[in-house]
């Protein structure tokens, strides 16, 4: 008496029974494709962290004391209650009406961070 095995035809290169191929992409170009997107992020998030300078804990001091900054807290409401860089706004408080407590000038100095001060 001989067994019978069950095969699966897409292993043997086959379409299944409805007829259609099932398309199963090769690891290598998914790694491609996540290596391209990779690349991609990492020189736009370059591009753009150019365009606004940093400011050293020095100068944002002296920025606040001479009250010539608007400094913007994103950690969210339960670390900005903890603590804060003094002056701070709570940008979870004001997403809704931000443009509200920024200064009306656009040339101003605007801080925003998302650590807490050190």
Known sequence: MSKARAVDVREQGQPPRGGKQIHKPEPLSNMKKLLTLAVSAAVAVSVFAGEFPDITIKDLRTAIEAKKVTVIDVNGRGSWRKGRIPTAIDFASHKNDL????????????????????
């Open 99 to 118: 443009a509200k407590v920024l200064p009306k000038d656009r040339s101003a100095l605007v801080v925003a961070y998302c650590t807490g001060p050190t």
